[in-house]
């Protein structure tokens, strides 16, 4: 029996009496006692699948860019104090400064467009209108071979609303597709063997939605005619949705039967909260641990991974990472802004060093693991939203034909669109396109 100075109090705790309860501040007594414990789940030796793989990790609210940008530039850069967080992986990422995305507001819309490069106001009367994510046009060609054709993470379910996504995946009709926020949920979906029961219901769940559809088809068909141009080209949108809903029901129809890979669950804090300030290192550990477990089976190829809605998130103390966005140019707010950079990038780190223990091939997962890192805003010298100089770092993919170890530094009033980005990495991962969203070209010097 624990002394009471071991015992751990309620964060529900309060104090009650004469009719008022009121909630007590967070004190250490409140922290479980074993919170803040490193994982000690372990990656596994070997890896079997030689297959690219892409994720793409996201960071809500900007940096401090004064501590993350380097000053110099090229192979002999030296790592900027946030960026020291990276240093045993400094040969195998880049960092990218000065880019943006030209049309974007950036602000908090950020995450809605990191990955579109869209204009959300470009079609006349409507609020908002998003396009293709890059990685959807990268899970159009390795979806076809894997149980999932991506995975979409996030710290919220769901979607979140127009301006204020909660994921960073979007269709080829640009419709949001919905994030996963429980280590659990993901855990099981992706490595608990369904019964029968399950996979009947399941079957019969796609049949009927099978259905609905054929309905849907043939009865908006009969509408062509009567219907003008600019209506018929909404109609043809709206028909080509449904037939890839088709399409979906039809390969997870094949795969109902397939056995799921089998993990152990050893190590992994399936139980940590995304949303509780005081759970967040455990839960950014669990959910790249379980990228890294998706990858190492090649249950997918394809991750989108939101660490934080924009307008929120916590430092890895629980901090408000929005409100220090606001710093204004305060230097304790900067401070203790930059304290929560080192500490993204140190979870980064331990995924990238995940990845490289990992054998595979004549190399480790990382070389055929692209991981794209950064931010759809800037907060600036001032804490202003800005979608210039957008903090970004990519790493690995070293077999795929990336080049790291330096920082290739860029106008931000006059530079390539962040999108030429984008398409490196989609070449880099085997599609064969020459274009994506307004890109000019690849990126000069990442390959």
Known sequence: MPSSFEQT????????????????????AMLPLGWGAPSTFQPLDRSAATQPRLICCYIPNGVNILEWMPVDSGADYKLSPTLEALKDHR?????????????????????????????????????????????????????????????????????????????LSFDINGTPLPAENSPRRLFNRLFVPDTADDRA?????????????????????????????????????YLSSLRQSEKQIERLQSWIDKPKSTVQETGLQLAS????????????????????????????????????????GFGGGGENHHELSHHGGDAGMLAKLAVIDQFHLSRLGRFLTMLKSTAEADGNMLDRTIVLYGSGMNSGKGGEHSPKNLPTLVAGGGKLGLKHGQHLAFDPDKHPPLSNVLLTVTQKMGVPTEKFADSTSSLSGLT
């Not at 809605?112 to 046009?137: C, E, F, H, M, R």
């Not at 939605?209 to 018929?232: F, H, N, Q, V």
Request: hydrophobic share 35%; proline share 3%.
């Open 9 to 28: 109090l309620s964060r529900r705790h309060v104090l009650r009496g004469l009719g008022v309860a009121l909630g007590l501040p967070l004190l250490d």
């Open 273 to 312: 909260q995304p949303c509780d300030g005081h759970d967040r290192p455990m839960w950014l550990d669990v959910m790249l641990e379980l990228s890294y477990l998706a990858f190492l089976t090649d249950t997918t190829r394809v991750i989108t991974f939101e660490w934080s809605r924009e307008a929120g």
């Open 91 to 167: 040969s195998e990422f880049t960092v990218l400064s000065g880019l943006g995305h030209p049309v974007s507001e950036g602000g908090h819309s950020g995450a809605d467009t990191w990955l579109t490069a869209a204009n959300l106001k470009a079609k006349p009367g409507a609020d908002y209108t998003n396009t293709i994510s890059v990685d959807q046009q990268v899970a159009e060609v390795h979806g076809k071979d894997t149980r999932f054709p991506s995975l979409q993470l996030g710290d919220m379910s769901g979607t979140g609303a127009a301006g204020h996504s909660h994921t």
């Open 201 to 237: 219901a399941t079957l019969k769940r796609y049949a009927e939605r099978r259905s609905i559809l054929d309905a849907l088809i043939t009865e908006t068909k009969g509408l062509d005619r009567r219907l003008g141009a600019s209506d018929r080209r909404k109609l043809d949108e």
